[in-house]
């Protein structure tokens, strides 16, 4: 069954460091989108991407984040300058059309900030 | 907010019992979805139910929505220890965004006692 895969699997880095988290969607997805997830607590809309921009962004999602899809499979997440309150494990996910389409989640990067 | 809640917030039963969980949720909905997500792992999609369905059903899980009381309930029978996770329930209320996002509650803790 296609999955959505996402590199790296965990990920340690210095605070102040920037950080690009990899995803490849199912191949005929065209709905895209980060979530996160900080230990313990709920899972966090950050933003949705189609046709090649930001549909919409959450509070989260702010100018130290960004998304890019730099070519026909890969979707990136990318923070510019990490905090220690970005630590967490951030999913990527991806659906094939709007309308009750199921989401479909990767297995996450874990993101630990030191 | 469209936010689901869900209840209880943990449930241990004894294997071979069923295991109910609810999510309530606030504002019209297009669908709601089920996942579940076993400790430190990404979130795995198990059952989606429309606005216009009151019942699903999918090998050991029954899900029902219930759209007058903006609730849903997911029911598993004959718990195994292999169900041993957190399980979410994930809203989908866009009408005009063009991606919908979902929105997760904050998920119920089922502990399967062997």
């Known amino acids: 069954e296609p999955e959505v895969t996402q590199t790296p699997s965990h990920q340690v880095t210095q605070m102040g460091q920037e950080v690009i988290l990899r995803c490849v969607p199912i191949?005929?997805?065209?709905?895209f989108y980060w979530y996160r997830q900080i230990l313990g607590q709920k899972v966090e809309f950050l933003v949705s991407?189609?046709?090649?921009?930001?549909?919409?962004k959450s509070e989260i999602f702010d100018d130290q984040f960004s998304v890019e899809r730099p070519d026909g499979s890969n979707f990136t997440l990318k923070i510019r300058s990490t905090k220690l309150e970005d630590s967490a494990m951030y999913f990527c996910?991806?659906?094939?059309?709007?309308?009750?389409?199921?989401?479909?989640f990767g297995e996450g990067s874990w993101l630990t900030v030191v | 907010s469209q936010q689901g809640e869900e209840d209880p917030q943990a449930l241990s039963i004894q294997e071979g019992e069923n295991a109910t969980m609810n999510c309530s949720y606030k504002t019209s909905i297009n669908n709601l979805q089920w996942y579940r997500q076993n400790s430190g792992r990404g979130l795995v999609h198990l059952i989606l139910?429309?606005?216009?369905?009151r019942e699903k059903h999918s090998g050991r899980l029954r899900v029902t929505l219930d759209t007058s009381k903006k609730s849903s309930s997911l029911l598993i029978t004959a718990s195994r220890a292999a169900d041993t996770a957190s399980y979410f329930c994930?809203?989908?209320?866009?009408?005009?965004?063009?991606?919908?996002?979902?929105?997760f509650g904050s998920g119920t803790r089922l502990s399967i006692r062997p």
């Open positions: 191949s005929n997805h065209l709905y």
């Open positions: 996910a991806s659906t094939r059309a709007l309308g009750g389409n199921t989401i479909y």
């Open positions: 994930a809203t989908d209320a866009n009408r005009y965004s063009s991606a919908s996002k979902i929105i």
């Open positions: 139910i429309r606005s216009n369905e």
């Open positions: 991407f189609y046709n090649n921009e930001i549909s919409e």
